[in-house]
């Protein structure tokens, strides 16, 4: 599986992007995806996850200005992020794994995509 995230750019505080993330190869739909960022300097941090459930998990400090998301018909992977924060510039990297149960651990999860940087100006 080969996962391409896009859709990062420059953007001022309080205003929104939508990352997403295709999927190729052996993908389908009974597959954990997540969204990890990395701001410079520091470690690579779980940002969401969604479960082939539709179950979807997110750390403390985007609860209720982020949302996770996932089309199977098009194997994507989406992060619409609104009211984004200085704080939030940082490298987005997707992820996935074959499995049923989301996981904020950088090793649980066996597939990355190259990441997309995210800047947010104040």
């Known amino acids: 599986v080969q996962l391409q995230a896009f859709g990062g750019g420059l953007v001022q505080a309080g205003g929104s992007l939508r990352l997403s993330c295709a999927a190729s190869?052996?993908?389908?739909?009974?597959?954990?995806g997540a969204w990890f960022r990395q701001a410079p300097g520091k470690e690579r941090d779980f940002v969401a996850a969604i479960t082939s459930s539709l179950s979807t998990y997110y750390t403390d400090s985007v609860k209720g200005r982020f949302t996770i998301s996932r089309d199977n018909a098009k194997n994507t992977l989406y992060l619409q992020m609104n009211s984004l924060k200085p704080e939030d510039t940082a490298t987005y990297y997707c992820?996935?794994?074959?499995?049923?149960?989301?996981?904020?651990?950088?090793?649980?999860?066996?597939?990355w995509g190259q990441g997309t940087q995210v800047t947010v100006s104040s």
């Open positions: 190869g052996r993908s389908g739909s009974s597959y954990v």
């Open positions: 992820a996935a794994d074959r499995g049923a149960y989301y996981s904020t651990r950088i090793g649980a999860y066996d597939y």
